[in-house]
């Protein structure tokens, strides 16, 4: 199979070397769960007298070269506020990891940073902390408990050419509360949660891009003259026609009201975590999956599911955000939804009895929701996204 731009680009969205070297560790105390889940690490992890079991889950992730972009875009402009957007992305690339085993508290996000101190200034870091206790905060006003617990920062130039942000969020959660991907069935309908727009709990549109395929979306999609003022934000070994191929200024204007270039690519991730946690709260015993739609793209699910055929056939529309990347690169509607959210970054696998509750609870938060598809019995696990694009089959 003939390697994708994405691959040429030195990334492989299915992360097929990851999986590679992770296959034969202990798959945790849950199988087909989201996160690995292990034991309680603090305290009694056995049922007792005292009431149900405990268990611990922990996710390690970041922003990836999203942070590459912020670089670029403040560098471009001054503008230090996008590096708050930064910090929510660290956070809720990994708080909505843990949305998908049924953790919607009692969290503790740690940061980690390392960047390049002839690049990145004091205020840089100073911006990013605070961002991290700011996305804390707006949580807390939504009843969702998350502790900043610090972080580390490195300077690390030798190594690091701009910056790079990661986060760790764990939590204690009751035993018989985890979601597992297990229960995902012939019957099931998909509920996929849009990507894109403004819900009660946000403060700015949602471009929906989150923070996954930036690499494609910054070359794609930016002019090359990036490449020759700012040669530390490429990796040299990369062939020159796929370095900054686009036709965009960071500050054209986008297509969206009152939103650059610039500002639609660094739109920060939204996260779910309101919308889950009552969704939760009322149907906890009824959600048989839940799948954060990020690396991978709608082909995520495939890791999670077996003897099943999921049909994604009604989708929402194509934000903007994924029209302009598509069409600056000519990349393949395909890979595209293999990169990709395309509209919706969560998708909840239920019976479709209850869609139309769950449906209810996402529009209250003024957050776009609705059945996206279903599963079919199936000899072999497989993926059919109906699209107005076509037909793909993964």
Known sequence: ??????????????????????????????????????????????????????CNVMHADGVGTKAVLAYLYWRETGDLSVWRGIAQDAAVMNVDDLLCVGATTNMMVTSSIGRNKYRIPAEVLKAIVEGTQEFCENMAAEHI??????GETSDMGDIIRTIAVDATVSARMKRNEVI?????????????????????????????????????????VLKHEYAEKYPETFDAQMPAELVYSG?????????VENLTVGQLLLSPTRTYA???????????????????????GQTKVMNFVNNLHVVKDHLFDTPVVFKMIQGESKTSWQEMFQVFNMGHRMELYVKESIASDIIKIARYFNLDAKIIGHCENSSKKMLTIESEYGTFTY
């Open 1 to 54: 199979m003939e390697e994708s731009k994405y691959e040429k680009r030195g990334v492989s969205p299915s992360k097929t070397d990851v999986r590679k070297a992770v296959s034969n560790l202990d798959k945790g105390i849950v199988s087909n769960s989201f996160c690995k889940i292990i034991p309680d690490v603090m305290g009694e992890n056995k049922k007792s007298l005292f009431g149900p079991s405990y």
């Open 145 to 150: 408990d998350i502790t900043f617990a610090g």
């Open 180 to 220: 597992s991907c297990e229960r995902i069935q012939d019957g099931d309908v998909i509920i996929g949660l849009a990507s894109s727009g403004k819900a009660t709990y946000e403060d700015r549109y949602h471009s929906g891009i989150g923070s996954s395929g930036h690499t494609s979306a910054r070359h794609d």
């Open 247 to 255: 036709s965009k200024d960071l500050t054209d204007p986008s297509g």
């Open 274 to 296: 309101p919308v889950i946690k009552a969704v939760l709260d009322n149907y906890r015993p009824s959600i048989h999956g839940i799948i954060h739609c990020t690396g991978g």
